[in-house]
């Protein structure tokens, strides 16, 4: 085998646009929580109900944003040779390593919003514990799709009982 050469794949630019819709709906409960606390008053701080709402929206809905551009900027992953890399993580940085003989199998989600974006996030199950899987979300759509038979392809490559 040749030294093969590999590439950091970053994230569609549009999952932004879906982390910033779950940033505003957090910040949205968060402020409806803080209004409806505002409104019974059991501090006694005399504050308008909208107000802190308001407020704590406008705090919540900029550090989602905030973390979400973050976010964004440090999630890569590299499709290797045996194992597929994986860095992310804004204020705990994570690098995960899948080893293809590991991976049992590989779904391609699509929710709502993900589809209405275009995208896709490949999710890669593996052996060896329960909740043991990694994903790789904000892919275009068919990114995912040809990344899923890719890590599929792979594995079944890595198969121990396909040597013998």
Same mark, same amino acid.
């Given at each position: 085998?040749?030294? %093969?050469?590999?590439?950091?794949?970053?994230?569609?630019?549009?999952?932004?646009? /879906?982390?910033?819709? $779950?940033?505003?709906?957090?910040?949205?409960?968060?402020?409806?929580?803080?209004?409806? /606390?505002?409104?019974?008053?059991? !501090?006694?701080?005399? /504050?308008?109900?909208?107000?802190?709402?308001?407020?704590?929206?406008?705090?919540?809905? *900029?550090?989602?944003?905030?973390?979400?551009?973050?976010?964004?900027? !440090?999630? &890569?992953?590299?499709?290797?040779?045996?194992?597929?890399?994986?860095? @992310?993580?804004?204020?705990? &940085?994570?690098?995960? *390593?899948?080893?293809?003989?590991?991976?049992?199998?590989?779904?391609?989600?699509? $929710?709502? /919003?993900? @589809?209405?974006?275009?995208?896709?996030?490949?999710?890669?199950?593996?052996?060896?514990?329960?909740?043991?899987?990694?994903?790789?979300?904000?892919?275009?759509? %068919?990114?995912?799709?040809?990344?899923?038979? @890719?890590? @599929?392809?792979?594995?079944? %490559?890595?198969?121990?009982?396909?040597?013998?």
């Amino acid at each position: 085998m040749g030294a %093969e050469t590999y590439r950091m794949e970053d994230l569609h630019p549009r999952v932004r646009l /879906l982390w910033t819709a $779950g940033a505003f709906v957090a910040a949205a409960v968060l402020g409806a929580i803080a209004g409806a /606390l505002a409104w019974f008053d059991p !501090l006694s701080l005399s /504050l308008p109900p909208l107000a802190v709402a308001g407020t704590v929206f406008g705090v919540a809905f *900029v550090v989602g944003v905030t973390y979400a551009a973050l976010r964004y900027r !440090l999630w &890569r992953f590299e499709v290797r040779e045996d194992t597929l890399y994986i860095e @992310r993580g804004v204020v705990t &940085r994570v690098r995960t *390593v899948v080893p293809y003989v590991r991976v049992q199998h590989v779904d391609n989600r699509r $929710g709502p /919003l993900a @589809r209405l974006l275009g995208l896709g996030t490949v999710v890669v199950y593996t052996a060896g514990s329960r909740g043991a899987d990694v994903s790789v979300p904000g892919l275009a759509a %068919e990114r995912a799709l040809a990344l899923q038979d @890719r890590l @599929r392809d792979l594995a079944i %490559e890595s198969d121990p009982t396909d040597a013998v």
